[in-house]
């Protein structure tokens, strides 16, 4: 078997055993590492334009927050596997595996996304204006939907009016 078989049989294998273990999250979960990775290495890359020093401890700094990315789909899929026992509990056929850590792996492609081509916007990289148009209008609704879930939650404590608090 030549070296370039092994290296397909690997992968396949890898891949086959992460589609069986993780289901539909295969895809978004491979696909948030390789944004990840390429995220990574552009953030070293923009360092230089940007003036910044790169160092050993910000770049573990990098590599944990990147790990936990993936610890974001996986509380996302231990809230849907609760979710999924206590519909289970109550009667309720729930067929719907994996819809928080989807979003969640959603979300967090989108922020790779961005986060890449800001770096190559630092490195003075050339792409086209619909893409950077695209990229400034998916970062305002995500920066918009997030303001406005804490703002509603901030008014909601003022009030006295906490989600899951009942008015007696």
Do not use: H
């Not at 995220?39 to 573990?60: E, M, V």
């Not at 400034?136 to 939907?145: A, K």
Request: charged share 20%; aromatic share 12%.
């Amino acid at each position: 078997m030549e070296y370039l078989d092994k290296i397909k049989l690997v992968v396949a294998v890898a891949f086959t055993a992460l589609s069986g273990w993780l289901g539909m999250l295969a895809v978004p979960v491979i696909l948030l590492f390789v944004l990840a990775t390429f995220d990574y290495i552009t953030g070293l890359a923009a360092a230089k334009y940007r003036g910044n020093k790169i160092s050993s401890y910000k770049g573990f700094q990098g590599i944990m927050k990147k790990v936990c990315l993936f610890y974001l789909i996986a509380v996302g899929a231990i809230l849907d596997y609760t979710l999924l026992y206590a519909s289970q509990y109550i009667g309720v056929d729930a067929k719907v595996n994996f819809v928080i850590a989807s979003f969640v792996s959603v979300w967090l492609i989108c922020n790779e996304i961005i986060s890449i081509l800001e770096n190559m916007k630092d490195m003075n990289v050339n792409f086209p204006p619909f893409l950077e148009k695209l990229t400034q209008n998916i970062r305002t609704q995500m920066e918009n939907e997030s303001e406005g879930k804490i703002q509603s939650d901030t008014e909601d404590k003022k009030s006295g009016n906490e989600t899951g608090s009942s008015n007696s």
